[in-house]
């Protein structure tokens, strides 16, 4: 059984898959539009590769 996904990682799998179409579908319900959106994902991407590579220096 090498190289072949268990049944106990396409439960996790199944259920991270909805668990995202939720938080979509909420955060969807806010009608933000696009560009605030970019705009904030893009910070958020920036905020924790910031932290990371903090965290890489001091370790």
């Known amino acids: 059984m090498s190289g072949s996904v268990g049944e106990g990682a396409w439960l996790s799998i ?3 898959s ?3 179409i939720l ?3 909420a955060y969807r319900s806010y ?3 696009t560009a605030k959106t970019l705009r904030m994902a ?3 991407a920036a905020i924790f590769t ?3 590579l903090l965290f890489g220096l001091v370790l």
């Open 31 to 33: 009608r933000i539009d």
């Open 14 to 16: 199944i259920a991270l």
């Open 23 to 25: 938080a979509f579908g």
């Open 42 to 44: 893009l910070t958020w």
């Open 50 to 52: 910031g932290v990371a």
């Open 18 to 20: 909805a668990w995202a």
